[in-house]
């Protein structure tokens, strides 16, 4: 589910080098949630503490945001909000994947198929209050800024790096739709990444909205109904037999929202999954955002991390105090340059 445009959008490779000293607006759930269905032993076990409480979030935004954070990247944390009216059918849809997918784990343990159970465990990861409140006193006690938006996080997001941050860091393109001018993917240091079928390797790429508008020859309204076309969250599926490429055809040769939509009614006519573009536009180009969030830097917290990590979910000191030590070094350093 989700908007997929990978096929069309132009996008570079870049180093971390260019990305010092900039400023990133982080998509929290689409990040976390990848931490929780990718940092898992084989048969498909989260990282746990002696309590049996999931870490594998806290594993995954400890050690890449000191990282990050030692390349000189500064990062902002966007969380939801109460999601659209429009995107309860798909999180009910989602739901019941999830379901579907833990039926499918249980089989696989019984059988004592332990590819299938790392497969299936995968898929139904859920974000539970805990979980994400874990991950905010985490990342403010590593001096990240969290921001929790009205309702789409990635609207908010994206809102943030028109103003405020550099970029948007999320492996979704929905932040282009909203409008956001930089989106990063793959912003991670490590070159390769665990996936169902085996390690891809991989490397940070960033998509910029104003390239992708020109390369593609249209403006910010087309490429939202390109999207709505090719199905988003909002409409999961988008217009039977309406690919990537058949989609920009459309808004190229229609140019204006109401002839594109008007050249496909038959299609969505005689389709199951019926959907009103307008109301899917409209979350697009007027999201419920906050227009100057708030937006604080706190200091980062050595003790507080340690009690969170170490105490409270026996990780191991010595390396949490070694990751810290070196994030020390790298600041202390840049500040030494700075000075000179």
């Known amino acids: 589910m989700g908007l997929n445009i990978a096929e069309i959008i132009p996008r570079k490779v870049v180093e971390f080098s260019e990305l010092k000293g900039k400023t990133i607006a982080i998509d929290a759930y689409n990040t976390i949630y990848q931490f929780l269905s990718t940092i898992r032993q084989s048969d498909g076990t989260p990282l746990m503490d002696s309590k049996k409480r999931i870490t594998s979030h806290l594993s995954g935004l400890f050690y890449r945001n000191i990282n990050l954070m030692q390349e000189g990247v500064k990062l902002i944390y966007v969380f939801d909000g109460v999601p659209p009216e429009l995107k309860f059918k798909t999180n009910m ?6 379901d579907e997918a833990r039926e499918k784990y249980k089989q696989a343990r019984d059988e004592e198929d332990i590819e299938g159970m790392g497969k299936y465990a995968r898929q139904f990861v859920r974000l539970t209050p805990e979980i994400l409140e874990d991950s905010k006193k985490l990342l403010e006690a590593l001096g990240i800024a969290v921001v929790q938006a009205p309702s789409e996080g990635e609207a908010q997001a994206s809102e943030i790096a028109k103003h405020s941050a550099y970029a948007v860091g999320s492996q979704d393109y929905d932040s282009l739709l909203f409008g956001a001018t930089r989106l990063i993917q793959n912003l991670t240091l490590s070159r390769k990444r665990k996936t169902v079928s085996g390690y891809i390797y991989i490397s940070p790429e960033m998509i910029e909205l104003e390239h992708v508008l020109n390369v593609l020859g249209i403006n910010l309204e087309q490429l939202i109904c390109l999207g709505i076309l090719v199905g ?3 409409n999961p599926g988008g217009i039977k037999g309406i690919g990537q490429r058949k989609a920009l055809e459309i808004v190229k040769k229609y140019r204006y929202p109401v002839q594109i939509f008007k050249s496909v009614e038959n299609l969505l006519e005689n389709q199951e999954n019926k959907f009103d573009w307008q109301e ?16 604080n830097f706190p200091k980062l917290d050595r003790e507080k991390i340690k009690r969170i990590l170490v105490i409270e979910h026996d990780f191991s000191e010595e390396r949490v ?14 500040k030494q340059k700075t000075l000179f």
């Open 280 to 295: 899917i536009f409209s979350l697009f180009k007027n999201p419920d955002i906050e227009k100057n969030p708030e937006i």
């Open 93 to 98: 849809r989602r739901s019941e994947i999830k």
């Open 321 to 334: 105090t070694n990751a810290l030590d070196k994030l020390n070094l790298a600041l202390d350093n840049r």
């Open 232 to 234: 988003t969250d909002y």
